[in-house]
């Protein structure tokens, strides 16, 4: 069987630029006049810089100018991939912003919504306690009128004497015998005796 042709064509089609953020930071291989160079775009730049300058202070304009041009080459490269982080940091902004908006009006909506049901459960309460009839006021007690005959005075129940209840008694606890110490025999005096 005979290799495939479209095989080896869509290999050398697919090998398109890489574009983001991330030839910022990519090491890159350029083949420049005087060898290879390598390292991020914006390395690579100061590299063609720093020869452009030599090649013109050795008074080598053809090599100048071809330094010149390959920086300027990765300078565009640095630009695009610029240019499309800015687009992409504004597009997300765009739509943090937008989606900030909604929350908020969410959150207001919501508030309102709890507000009036609020409203409305404090209106049922009003019209609940309205309706209903008015409780009975609790009976005031009445003084108490002693009839001694001697002071004329009214008792209230606030100053009848309270009974006073005679203190208990204690009852004394035993000492617990220790185990070192021999235990002595015969009754022992009750206290409350």
């Known amino acids: 069987m005979k290799p495939s042709r479209s095989r080896s064509r869509n290999k050398s089609r697919s090998n398109t630029r890489p ?3 991330n030839i910022i930071s990519r090491v890159f291989d350029s083949s420049g006049p005087e060898g290879k160079v390598r390292g991020t775009p ?3 730049v100061e590299k063609y810089a720093q020869l452009h300058r030599d090649s013109l202070l050795a008074r080598d304009s ?4 071809n330094f010149a041009q390959h920086a300027e080459h990765y300078t565009r490269m640095l630009a695009e991939a610029q240019k499309e982080i800015d687009a992409k940091r504004e597009e ?3 739509y943090n912003r937008e989606r900030q908006i909604e929350q ?3 959150n207001r909506d919501r508030q309102a919504e709890r507000d009036r049901e609020r409203d409305a459960r404090l209106k049922a309460q009003e019209e609940a306690a309205a309706a209903a009839p008015a409780p009975e006021p609790a009976p005031v007690e009445q003084p108490v009128q002693i009839d001694d005959g001697d002071s004329g005075l009214v008792e209230t129940p606030e100053e ?3 009974l006073v209840e005679a203190p208990k008694k204690r009852r004394t606890r035993k000492p617990k015998a220790r185990p070192d110490q021999p235990v002595e025999a015969g009754p022992t005096p009750d206290p409350a005796e």
Do not use: H
Request: without cysteine; glycine residues 10%.
């Open 92 to 94: 997300q902004e765009k």
């Open 19 to 21: 574009t983001g953020g």
């Open 62 to 65: 053809v090599n100048s100018e």
């Open 42 to 44: 914006q390395q690579i």
């Open 160 to 162: 009848t004497p309270k």
């Open 104 to 106: 908020d009006k969410q």
